[in-house]
C-alpha cells in the first residue's frame, strides 16, 4: 500500500474536519459560512488567506496544505521522483489521470526506470505498461499517446528489451488515429527506435524483424515514409533484398530528411556488421560519416557520441576508427571540452586495444588536459576512474595513483554536499 496520497485542497480539509469529529456547521465562524465551507469542500473554490488562516488553527493544518493544488502537489512530489517508490510513483500517475491533468514526461519515464531497475521480468513489464497505456488512452488526446509510444520505444530502446518493444511496436502499428498525431519523421523515429532496439540487440539480432511480415501492415502505413522504411529493412533481414538495394530505396524516401537518413545508412552498418558483411559494413559507416556533413554540428556530433557510447567496445578497430577520428575533429572544431575529452580518451582505449600503448598514453594525456576544463563536471569522478584504469593498463602507474586519489577527493567532496 503506497504511503502516498494525492488529495484536493477541498478534499484535505473534509478529510480534517471528519478526523477532527466536526460537522460542517460545527466548523462554520463568522468569516466561514456552512454555504462557503461546502464550496470549498467540494473544490468550487479555495479559502481566502483569513479563512485559511482560521482553518488551520482549527484543524491542525498547514496554510500551505489548504491553499495547495494536485497539479502543485503533484509538482512538488515529482521534484524529488528520483527518492519516491515505484508504489508512490504509480500513485502521483493515477492522482493525474484521475483529475484530468497532463502526466509530466519525465515522470512516465521515471516510472519506467523504477519498474526497470526494480527488477521487474520483462513480461510482467509489458503488462504493466500494457496497462499505463490503457490508462492514457481513456483520458488522453491522440497527440499524448503518440508521443508516450515514442519515447516508451525509445526507453525500450535503451534498455534492449526486446518482447516489451515487440509489443508496444504492434499496438502502433494497429492504432490508425495515432498515425496522424505523429509527423512522418516521429513516426519514423518509433520505427527506426524498434530496429535499432533489435539490430543492436546481442540476443536477438536482425532475425527479431521477422514478426513485422505475418503482421500484415495495411495500406495507410505503407503509404507512408516510416512504414516503407520498415518494410525495406525486414525484407533485408529475411535476405529477400540486397545491401545495396535497401540503401537506395531507404535513401529515396529520406531526401528531405537529412538526420532520417543519416540515422537509416548508420543502421544498415551496424546491421551490415551483424550479417557478418564487414566489407559492406564499412562502407556503409563510411557514407554515414560523408552524409553527416549535411546535418547541423552539434546534433551530428551528439549522434557520434551516442553511436560511439553503444558500439565503441563491439565494433571491431577498422570500423570504429573513421567514427571516432571524425568525432575528434568535430569535437575540436565546436570546441566543445567535454566531447574533447571524450574523444582523447576513447582514442586512447583504442589504441591500447591495436597495442600501441606509446600512442594511448599521449592520447591519454590529451584526454587529462581537456579533463582539466571539466573540473566542476558532474561526471568527473567517473571519468577520472575510467582515465586511472587505462593509465594503469599502458603502464603510466604514477598517473593511475593521481587519478584514483582526485576521484575519491572528488566524490567524498560530492558526498558532503549531498548530506
Request: glycine share 4%; net charge negative.
Amino acid at each position: 500500500m503506497t504511503s502516498l496520497l494525492i488529495l484536493t485542497p477541498g478534499a484535505r480539509i473534509r478529510t480534517a474536519r471528519l478526523q477532527k469529529g466536526l460537522t460542517q456547521r460545527e466548523l462554520a465562524s463568522p468569516i466561514l459560512s456552512v454555504g462557503k465551507l461546502s464550496a470549498i469542500e467540494n473544490d468550487k473554490v479555495l479559502p481566502d488567506a483569513a479563512q485559511r488562516d482560521y482553518l488551520s488553527d482549527r484543524l491542525t493544518l498547514s496554510p500551505k496544505d489548504l491553499g495547495i493544488t494536485v497539479a502543485q502537489e503533484l509538482e512538488e512530489h515529482l521534484a524529488r521522483a528520483s527518492e519516491l517508490s515505484l508504489e508512490d510513483l504509480e500513485a502521483l500517475l493515477d492522482a493525474a489521470t484521475r483529475h484530468h491533468l497532463p502526466i509530466p514526461r519525465f515522470a512516465v519515464l521515471s516510472l519506467l526506470c523504477a519498474r526497470w531497475t526494480d527488477g521487474m521480468d520483462p513480461k510482467a513489464l509489458s503488462a504493466s505498461l500494457a496497462q499505463l497505456w490503457s490508462a492514457l488512452r481513456q483520458t488522453h488526446e491522440p497527440l499524448h499517446t503518440a508521443w508516450f509510444l515514442q519515447h516508451l520505444t525509445s526507453f525500450l530502446c535503451l534498455v534492449g528489451e526486446y518482447e516489451p518493444s515487440r509489443l508496444f511496436f504492434e499496438i502502433f502499428l494497429a492504432q490508425e488515429s495515432l498515425w496522424g498525431a505523429l509527423s512522418d519523421e516521429e513516426a519514423a523515429q518509433v520505427h527506426l527506435n524498434y530496429l535499432s532496439c533489435t539490430i543492436f540487440s546481442q540476443n536477438h539480432g536482425p532475425a527479431a524483424l521477422s514478426f513485422l511480415d505475418p503482421l500484415g501492415l495495411n495500406e495507410p502505413l505503407r503509404a507512408t515514409r516510416a512504414g516503407r522504411a520498415v518494410d525495406i529493412l525486414s525484407k533485408l533481414s529475411r535476405k529477400e533484398l540486397p545491401l545495396g538495394a535497401a540503401r537506395e530505396s531507404l535513401l529515396a524516401l529520406t531526401k528531405e530528411q537529412p538526420l532520417a537518413s543519416l540515422k537509416g545508412i548508420f543502421l544498415l552498418a551496424a546491421l551490415a556488421h551483424r550479417l557478418g558483411l564487414e566489407g559492406e559494413s564499412q562502407r556503409y559507416f563510411r557514407e554515414a560519416l560523408a552524409q553527416g556533413r549535411n546535418v547541423e554540428s552539434t546534433v551530428y556530433l551528439a549522434l557520434l557520441d551516442r553511436i560511439l557510447e553503444r558500439t565503441q567496445e563491439d565494433l571491431a578497430p577498422a570500423l570504429i576508427r573513421p567514427l571516432l577520428l571524425e568525432y575528434d575533429e568535430l569535437s575540436a572544431q565546436k570546441q566543445d571540452p567535454a566531447h574533447r575529452q571524450k574523444a582523447a580518451h576513447r582514442l586512447a582505449g583504442l589504441a591500447y586495444r591495436e597495442g600501441d600503448k606509446t600512442l594511448a598514453r599521449r592520447r591519454l594525456e590529451a584526454s587529462l588536459k581537456h579533463l582539466e576544463q571539466l573540473s566542476d563536471d558532474v561526471e568527473s569522478a567517473k571519468r577520472l576512474l575510467e582515465l586511472g584504469d587505462l593509465a594503469l593498463e599502458t603502464g603510466c602507474e604514477k598517473e593511475a595513483l593521481a587519478l584514483y586519489e582526485r576521484a575519491r577527493i572528488l566524490r567524498s567532496g560530492e558526498a558532503s554536499v549531498s548530506k
